[in-house]
């Protein structure tokens, strides 16, 4: 495949939380982003091309907010066999001036790597569990 990123993407030190706008249901944490995008891992699949409204949990204040909301369309999906969780990639929709400055203070301020230096997967991916680990 390829690739088609416009922007380069971070991975994090912090796994920050993603949260569905409108019911405050955990979607899945950050494993990487950038200016235009990012990948989560969660529990659940997420269908392709399905526009969902986000707020990213920051664990201090950034740009005067401990939230940045923004909305996504999802773009690929595939099944984590080692983890039994879901990674989907998103591109960012309609992103503000504000919520791109928050992005890169984000990366700034948690020391993030370049997502082509990392490797294997973070702990707090454990703590997410799929829905047939739940039952």
Do not use: C, Q
């Amino acid at each position: 495949m390829k690739e088609r990123r416009r922007h380069k993407r971070w991975r994090l030190i912090h796994n920050l939380e993603v949260l569905d706008r409108h019911t405050g249901e955990l979607i899945g944490r950050v494993m990487n982003i950038s200016r235009s995008g990012m990948m989560l891992v969660s529990a659940n699949p997420i269908k392709i091309n399905r526009i969902l409204h986000f707020t990213l949990v920051l664990p201090v204040e950034i740009a005067g907010s401990r939230e940045i909301p923004f909305d996504v369309r999802s773009v690929w999906w595939r099944r984590d066999h080692r983890t039994k969780l879901y990674d989907t990639g998103f591109e960012l929709l309609d992103v503000t001036g504000k919520s791109i400055a928050a992005i890169e203070s984000l990366v700034d301020a948690f020391g993030s790597i370049p997502e082509s230096e990392t490797t294997g997967i973070l702990p707090a991916e454990s703590t997410l569990k799929s829905e047939s680990e739940k039952a």
